[in-house]
């Protein structure tokens, strides 16, 4: 040990970039300011697949990206 950490770093796909495979859809929901964007990043580095804001779906359209975070109760009143 010579105590050096490593990290091993991976490509996350982007929403046009996802694999054609069949996955189940997590929704990330929390109060304002409860560190849903962390658990969104972490989600994106154990699986390569990229998140996305609620807020995008109204300006964006649907993807196929498999995590969506949002607030709850929602400030738009969209959900």
Not at 57 to 70: A, I, N, S, W
Request: proline share 6%; charged share 25%.
């Amino acid at each position: 040990d010579d105590g050096e950490v490593y990290c091993n770093l991976r490509e996350v796909f982007g929403p046009d970039d996802i694999p054609d495979v069949d996955f189940g859809n997590t929704i990330v929901v929390g109060y304002p300011g409860a560190d849903k964007r962390m658990v969104l990043r972490q989600m994106e580095a154990m699986t390569g697949l990229s998140g996305r804001d609620a807020w995008d779906m109204q300006y964006l359209g649907m993807t196929r990206q498999p995590f969506v975070k949002t607030n709850y109760p929602h400030h738009e009143g969209i959900w």
